[in-house]
């Protein structure tokens, strides 16, 4: 399974754009790269999945460099609410069950 | 749809006494999972069944075991609880070809 490196936390004001990078140096060929996002007393929410360049939902756009060994979760014009622990996860996506490996994951802060 | 639902939703027990969570499932989905998530941590595998009939340790399976009761149920029991033990514990279905996991509300257990 790829190890993935996150920021412990980062900070933000409403209205900004935040990127937040997950490393994941030895990612291999059939490892998809997943985000979740987790609010206090809840369970992690799905939020983009992606395999290399670039992949955009209406909550998030999700870049992969070529090399894949990092990829960077973007969150345009934050708010309050986006107030969370962002989490990064690398895995394939079925070899008869999806081991998955969630780690300390990001916490972001919001302030007005 | 319920989604994914566990129960009991809080729980304290003595040291030595044993307990089943349980967690069921209506999204028809093949692959489940049961997580531990210590305050101010990420979330630790315990363990996940890919299918109906299959069931696999993660990071964290000692002093747990689980059932695959059918399609729709996965429970987690604890032999005999200790104050390790003392976690938030989440449930997640997902189906084979996606990453998008579907997280429970979870159990607050306290063993004291």
């Known amino acids: 399974l790829a190890k993935t490196t996150q920021p412990i936390s980062m900070d933000s004001y409403e209205g900004q754009e935040v990127n937040i990078t997950c490393s994941h140096n030895?990612?291999?060929?059939?490892?998809?790269i997943t985000w979740y996002q987790q609010f206090p007393s809840q369970g992690p929410r799905f939020i983009i999945q992606?395999?290399?360049t670039k992949v955009t939902n209406e909550v998030a756009s999700l870049f992969i460099p070529a090399d894949r060994k990092s990829s960077t979760l973007s969150l345009p014009r934050v708010s309050l609410s986006d107030t969370a622990v962002y989490y990064c996860?690398?895995?394939?996506?079925?070899?008869?069950?999806?081991?998955?490996?969630f780690g300390a994951g990001t916490r972001l802060f919001v302030k007005a | 749809n319920a989604g994914v639902t566990q129960t009991p939703k809080f729980q304290v027990l003595k040291t030595g006494q044993s307990m089943t969570l349980q967690c069921a499932q209506d999204?028809?989905?093949?692959?489940m999972y049961w997580y531990r998530q210590d305050p101010g941590m990420g979330l630790r595998l315990i363990y996940y069944?890919?299918?109906?009939?299959?069931?696999d340790k993660g990071e964290v399976p000692n002093g747990y075991n689980v059932s695959r009761l059918n399609k729709r149920e996965f429970s987690l029991r604890l032999e005999s609880a200790a104050p390790s033990q003392t976690s938030v514990y989440f449930c997640?279905?997902?189906?084979?070809?996606?990453?998008?996991?579907?997280f429970g509300p979870g159990t607050r257990l306290t063993v004291l």
């Open positions: 997640a279905s997902k189906e084979v070809v996606y990453n998008e996991q579907f």
């Open positions: 030895n990612i291999a060929t059939n490892d998809y």
């Open positions: 992606g395999y290399k």
């Open positions: 996860l690398v895995g394939e996506l079925y070899t008869g069950g999806f081991k998955t490996i």
């Open positions: 999204m028809n989905h093949n692959s």
């Open positions: 069944s890919a299918s109906e009939g299959t069931t």
